[in-house]
């Protein structure tokens, strides 16, 4: 008989979260309107140690605001990775904005600081550190290429859920940052968003973006004093992030049991790396990931092959974003057009049982035997 398939991921949901999604859905009208919405900005900040948060319905509405709200537009660059997901991307483009995509880390698999700054011109205006798959960007360097060169340095932590950079969590560190609570997220709203920062000119300027462009301090009903943006989100949304942000030590700490058990069942076959593990760094372990050596031979293709016969999701790295039609190739990024092509992101949701676990290291190690 086939075996049950194993997902890449899905979220971890418990009755607290189906109480306060009810009582959303029952009595979060009126008045009481965004109670579960306020009670979840304000609790997200403190969780983080910042001093503002505004929640929002995606990441990427997030982003989109905050790089507004800096006052990016035409004719300015904006430095990232050129390994991404296009939503980090997708925002500077509409605010008429170039991406300059620049290579990665290797070691990291995030943005390289050194072609971070060699990429700095008179037009740019901010480098996009994301933190992928849970791993840390290099944000001491980064904040000080930012303030030797005056752009500003943004933390794109959309994976990065608890992961902590030299005592300071994810996002705490840049101009702002940004998260994701997508269904595939450590913790979930089933789509949304967090905008976060200590800088409290910016945050009410993407308050009032984030509000049709009505300022909070405006009278007048109907009323805006700029041009703004649609992204709030519901209050229903809210009260699940309420019920899972009770839960987030744990949600995080079993992600880093999962990332764990597979580095430790993996770690004897040459030519096998999984996430790096970081000096003064807790990384947020949202996307465990296998990245095979090129002598191995193991492409993508075998990969998803191998998975699909074993009856298990699999799910690849991120393309280079200048291989993506809309963009510029530029495959001098050799990290980031390379790394894709033999690495591969394991299952990691959170109810996995220890036989899930290992039908997944018995699929890799007859991969690479």
Not at 227 to 250: H, P, T, W
């Amino acid at each position: 008989m086939t075996e049950t398939r194993i997902a890449y991921t899905k979220p971890s949901i418990e009755d607290t979260e189906v109480s306060y999604a009810t009582d959303a859905a029952r009595n979060g009208w009126g008045a009481q309107c965004y109670s579960y919405l306020h009670r979840f900005e304000t609790e997200f900040a403190a969780y983080l140690g910042v001093k503002h948060a505004i929640a929002t319905s995606s990441c990427t509405g997030a982003m989109h605001m905050g790089l507004a709200g800096l006052g990016i537009g035409t004719g300015d660059e904006v430095i990232l990775a050129d390994t991404n997901w296009i939503a980090t991307v997708s925002p500077v483009v509409h605010l008429g904005a170039r991406p300059v995509f620049v290579d990665i880390d290797p070691r990291s698999w995030c943005i390289d600081p050194v072609r971070a700054e060699a990429a700095i011109t008179p037009r740019t205006k901010a480098i996009i550190a994301t933190h992928l798959y849970g791993n840390l960007a290099d944000m001491d360097t980064l904040r000080a290429i930012a303030e030797r060169h005056g752009v500003a340095v943004i933390e794109d932590a959309a994976e990065a859920l608890g992961a902590v950079y030299h005592g300071q969590k994810a996002a705490s560190m840049g101009h702002f940052g940004t998260f994701s609570f997508h269904g595939t997220k450590t913790l979930t709203t089933g789509e949304g968003g967090m905008f976060v920062t200590n800088d409290t000119s910016l945050f009410e300027t993407v308050s009032t973006l984030s509000n049709h462009g009505r300022a909070a301090s405006q009278s007048k009903q109907f009323w805006a004093d700029m041009v703004g943006f649609k992204y709030k989100m519901s209050n229903i949304q809210a009260a699940l992030g309420c019920a899972q942000l009770e839960r987030i030590n744990d949600l995080v700490s079993r992600k880093r049991d999962i990332l764990d058990t597979y580095r430790t069942a993996l770690c004897d076959i040459p030519g096998v790396t999984t996430n790096p593990v970081q000096e003064n760094c807790d990384g947020g372990a949202w996307m465990p990931t296998i990245v095979f050596d090129t002598g191995l031979g193991i492409t993508r293709t075998h990969f998803q092959n191998a998975f699909a016969a074993a009856n298990i999701d699999a799910r690849v790295f991120f393309y280079p974003l200048s291989a993506q039609p809309m963009f510029e190739d530029a495959r001098h990024n050799t990290h980031a057009w390379s790394i894709p092509e033999r690495a591969f992101n394991l299952p990691s949701y959170h109810d996995m049982s220890a036989n899930d676990l290992a039908r997944v290291i018995e699929v890799v190690r007859k991969l690479c035997a």
